[in-house]
C-alpha cells in the first residue's frame, strides 16, 4: 500500500488487518487479502497455485469484486467490464419445454456466445476449494468476450514467445 507517497508493507504472516480512512485491508496466509474501498466496493485477492502450470495457466493473483457498487460505470479491464454490463443467460429448449441441461449461450451486447454447464473445483472465497457448476465459454470465444487478445492481459515478464 501506498500512503502519502510512503510505501505501507503488509507482511501475510502473522493475519493483518490495516484500516486508513476509506480503505481496510485484511491479509491472511491461508485465506488470501479482502480489501475494502468505502462502503461498496469489496475486492478479494487469492494466490492461485498450478500444479502443472502451463504457458496460459500459470500460478497468479486472482482478484475477484465481491461487491462492486462503488465501481465506476467507465471501469474497465479485467475487474470492470463486466461489472455494469447488460450480460443474460439463454437456454435452449427442446421439445416439450424440457431444458437442454448443459447447453446455453451467453448474450453480452449484441454477442451471442456458446457455453456449457461444466462442474468445476473453484478457490473463489477465503473458504476452501469447492466442486460448483459453471457456465464456460468456449476457447475460442474467450477473446471476443473480452474484447481483446488474451495476452493484453499477461503481465509482459510472464508472456512466452
Known amino acids: 500500500l501506498e500512503e502519502g507517497g510512503k510505501r505501507l508493507a503488509v507482511p501475510w504472516e502473522p493475519s493483518s488487518i490495516t484500516r486508513r480512512p476509506g480503505l481496510k485491508l485484511s491479509v491472511s496466509r491461508a485465506a488470501g487479502a479482502c480489501l475494502w474501498l468505502g462502503e461498496e466496493t469489496r475486492f478479494l485477492i487469492l494466490l492461485h497455485r498450478h500444479a502443472h502450470p502451463s504457458p496460459l495457466q500459470r ?39 424440457r431444458l437442454v441441461p448443459d447447453k446455453g449461450e451467453l448474450l ?52 512466452r514467445a
Open 59 to 97: 500460478n497468479h493473483l486472482g482478484f475477484y469484486v465481491v461487491q462492486g457498487n462503488g465501481l465506476s460505470p467507465q471501469a474497465r479491464g479485467m475487474l470492470g467490464q463486466f461489472q455494469h454490463a447488460d450480460i443474460s443467460l439463454e437456454r435452449p429448449s427442446l421439445a416439450g419445454r
Open 108 to 159: 453480452f451486447g449484441s454477442q451471442r456466445l456458446a457455453v456449457s454447464l461444466v462442474t468445476k473445483t473453484l478457490k473463489d472465497s477465503r473458504l476452501p476449494a469447492h466442486e460448483a457448476a459453471c457456465w464456460l465459454v468456449h476457447r475460442e470465444d474467450v477473446e471476443q468476450l473480452m474484447g481483446s487478445p488474451y495476452l493484453d492481459y499477461v503481465v509482459p515478464r510472464n508472456r
